[in-house]
Nanobody
Framework: HVQLVESGGGSVQAGGSLRLSCTHS????????MGWFRQAPGKAREGIAG???????YYAGSVKGRFTISKDNAKNTAYLQIDNLEPEDTAMYYC?????????????????WGQGTQVTVS
């Protein structure tokens, strides 16, 4: 049984920060690459960042440096720090995992997904 559970979303004012968490269990292990995606209403799901099992980080070209991915293997948790939030960051944020894909942010290539956590910036 594979489970990815996101948390940490909420409603914040522009300029604020959030740290999203993704706790994995079951088949997902530190061998998997962990990634973060987001999907705004009416838009396609877009990749933000991925972190490999050795800790190497990858960021989508559209990310402007306000996002930082990290993980804690002991806690089976990946994180996404978002700073200086903008209204355009309003979206559902999803955690994903895959054994091979880490730097290619095409959603169909990632095998496992969480249910998402909503971020609303006003």
């Amino acid at each position: 049984h594979v489970q990815l559970v996101e948390s940490g979303g909420g409603s914040v004012q522009a300029g604020g920060s959030l740290r999203l968490s993704c706790t994995h269990s079951g088949y997902i292990s530190s061998r998997h690459c962990m990634g973060w995606f987001r999907q705004a209403p009416g838009k396609a799901r877009e990749g933000i960042a991925g972190i490999r099992r050795d800790g190497d980080e990858y960021y989508a070209g559209s990310v402007k440096g306000r996002f930082t991915i990290s993980k804690d293997n002991a806690k089976n948790t990946a994180y996404l720090q978002i700073d200086n939030l903008e209204p355009e960051d309003t979206a559902m944020y999803y955690c994903a995992a895959d054994l091979q894909t880490c730097w290619v942010f095409l959603p169909h290539l990632w095998d496992y997904w969480g249910q998402g956590t909503q971020v609303t910036v006003s």
